[in-house]
C-alpha cells in the first residue's frame, strides 16, 4: 500500500477527526479512503448515465418500464 501525506487546515482536520471519533472508523486513513471509494462510486455512476443517455429508448418509458427496470436491479443486487 502507498503512502500518501495531506495537507488541511485546522477546521478540516477537527472535522474529520470527529468523523472518525462519531462514525467508528479507526483511523483518519479509513475515512478518507472511504470518501475516495465514494467518490469513485459516484463518478462510474455519472459516466453510466451519461452514457445510456446518449441511447435512444428502445420501448416506452412509462411504470411498467420502470416496474422492469427495479425488478433487474433487485436480482442484480441479490447475486
Not at 15 to 20: A, M, N, S, T
Not at 44 to 52: I, Y
Request: without cysteine; glycine residues 6%.
Amino acid at each position: 500500500m502507498s503512502t500518501m501525506n495531506i495537507s488541511l487546515p485546522d477546521n478540516l482536520k477537527q472535522f474529520v477527526d470527529q468523523q472518525v471519533a462519531g462514525r467508528g472508523y479507526g483511523t483518519s486513513s479509513e475515512y478518507v479512503r472511504e470518501l475516495i471509494r465514494h467518490d469513485k462510486d459516484r463518478q462510474h455512476l455519472r459516466s453510466l448515465l451519461l452514457e445510456g443517455a446518449s441511447f435512444e429508448t428502445t420501448e416506452p418509458v412509462d411504470a411498467a418500464y420502470f416496474d422492469s427496470l427495479r425488478a433487474r436491479a433487485s436480482r442484480q443486487s441479490s447475486k
